[in-house]
């Protein structure tokens, strides 16, 4: 694999990527780190997580009062998640074209949905992956997961 070697810059782009509990159960998380890999960008760190409700409230805080958002955190609460940090210059929109529409079913064939998820006529979308919308949201969302970067 002969990609560019990335600048390495303390202002790189990062984003948060949650390998969700049905990718962990179903042993998907070494193929969307595969992916993201592939593509180009580099993992800044990776860790088996439990969530927790309080930490599920922030992360989801702009869902809160949503149908889906009850069945959304018992889902997130069903097993361990992989929570990583991806880099590189556009990793953020870049992820989200990786991972691709949040509906499964609509998801493009040749994103991470939209070859591995499906709809299983559940409330909540079991899509495999979350990641960062935008520059703030991965700020907030890594200093969430990743206390500690
Ligand atoms: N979700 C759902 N039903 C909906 C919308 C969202 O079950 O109608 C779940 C789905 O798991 C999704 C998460 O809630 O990934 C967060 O929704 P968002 O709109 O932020 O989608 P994402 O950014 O994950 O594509």
């Known amino acids: 694999n002969t990609v560019p070697a990335e600048?390495?810059?303390?202002?790189?782009?990062?984003?948060?990527?949650?390998?969700k509990p049905d990718g962990v159960r179903r042993g998907l998380?070494?193929?969307?780190?595969?992916?993201?890999?592939?593509?180009?960008?580099?993992?800044?760190?990776?860790?088996?997580?439990?969530?927790?409700?309080?930490?599920?409230?922030e992360h989801y805080a702009e869902?809160?009062?949503?149908?889906?958002?009850?069945?959304?955190?018992?889902?997130?609460?069903?097993?361990p998640i992989l929570a990583v940090v991806a880099e590189g210059q556009g990793v953020i929109a870049g992820f989200r074209s990786l991972a691709g529409a949040t509906n499964?079913?609509?998801?493009?064939?040749?994103?991470?949905?939209?070859?591995?998820?499906r709809d299983w006529g559940l409330k909540v979308q079991q899509n495999l992956v979350?990641?960062?919308?935008?520059v703030e949201s991965a700020e907030r969302e890594?200093?969430?997961?990743?206390?500690?970067?």
């Open 63 to 79: 869902h809160a009062g949503k149908p889906f958002y009850g069945p959304l955190v018992e889902f997130m609460l069903s097993g």
């Open 7 to 19: 600048p390495t810059t303390p202002a790189a782009e990062r984003t948060l990527v949650l390998v």
């Open 142 to 149: 890594i200093a969430l997961w990743f206390p500690h970067l």
């Open 130 to 134: 979350h990641g960062s919308d935008s």
């Open 104 to 117: 499964p079913t609509e998801a493009a064939p040749g994103t991470i949905r939209g070859d591995l998820a």
């Open 29 to 57: 998380s070494g193929e969307v780190l595969r992916r993201i890999e592939a593509k180009g960008y580099t993992l800044a760190a990776v860790e088996l997580k439990s969530a927790t409700p309080e930490l599920l409230a």
